[in-house]
């Protein structure tokens, strides 16, 4: 007997239409889909309202691609809380099939599901990256809250694969403090670039 896909259904916290404010897409026009659950528990995370999935409804996946096709841009940003908590292999099948390129945001804590363009690994000390998602990413983002941390960042070089890009991001609150120290790594190892959050510079999503 043939079993039809049944329907799935992920938590969302929110999705928007805006334009992406980090790493190597910087400046795109981006579909936001931010799923709600997360067990790294960075301290300073800027969305820990998305940690709790249970505070978030479920949207069918239907539902999600339905709106982010509405919109004009054919990146969709899978974000989250940790997207990777999630089996993300129909939600990334369908949005191919309404044309998007398929990013995600990840800290690598869990295994990778889906069909991916654009893998963005934010590894975390508070729980460690998997080394399959590490070897498959395509833009490694370290956020910098202490100087040591552009030595940690320094770690997982011989670990990736060729050509990833390499960002140094400043965690917000520590900006003024570690972008001094930042600019003069790069200015020193130029295989490395800045990474700002300019989404919030331009006070948008
Ligand atoms: C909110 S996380 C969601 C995706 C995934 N859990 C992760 O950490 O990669 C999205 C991006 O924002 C970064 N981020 C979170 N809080 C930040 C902060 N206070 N300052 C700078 N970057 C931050 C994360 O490292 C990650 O690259
Ligand atoms: N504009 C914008 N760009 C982003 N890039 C990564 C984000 C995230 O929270 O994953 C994010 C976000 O929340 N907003
Ligand atoms: S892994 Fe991402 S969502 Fe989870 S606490 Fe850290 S920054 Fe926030
Ligand atoms: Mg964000």
Redesign the pocket.
């Known amino acids: 007997m043939h079993i039809s896909t049944s329907i799935q259904s992920l938590p969302v916290m929110e999705s928007f239409y805006?334009?992406?404010?980090?790493?190597h897409y910087q400046g795109r026009a981006?579909y936001?889909i931010?799923l709600a659950g997360c067990d790294v528990g960075c301290h300073w995370c800027?969305?820990k309202e998305s940690w709790d999935a249970s505070q978030h409804p479920m949207q069918t996946i239907e539902h999600m691609v339905a709106e982010a096709s509405a919109f004009t841009g054919r990146i969709a940003?899978i974000?989250?809380g940790e997207p990777l908590m999630h089996d993300l292999t129909n939600l990334t099948a369908q949005l191919k099939q309404e044309g998007f390129r398929n990013h995600i945001?990840t800290s690598g804590a869990h295994p990778l599901s889906g069909e991916w363009d654009w893998i963005c690994l934010s590894p975390k000390k508070f729980k460690a990256p998997l080394p399959s998602v590490i070897e498959a990413c395509d833009e490694l983002k370290i956020i910098v809250f202490h100087s040591s941390d552009i030595e940690w960042a320094k770690t997982f070089l011989p670990k990736l694969k060729k050509g990833c890009k390499l960002f140094l991001q400043p965690e917000w609150s520590r900006q003024e403090e570690m972008l001094p120290q930042i600019i003069s790594f790069v200015k020193e190892n130029p295989e490395w670039e800045i990474s700002l959050?300019i989404?919030k510079f331009m006070n948008?999503?």
């Not at 805006?18 to 790493?23: F, H, P, V």
């Open positions: 805006t334009i992406q404010g980090e790493g981006a936001f931010r800027d969305v940003v974000t989250g945001e959050q989404h948008i999503p």
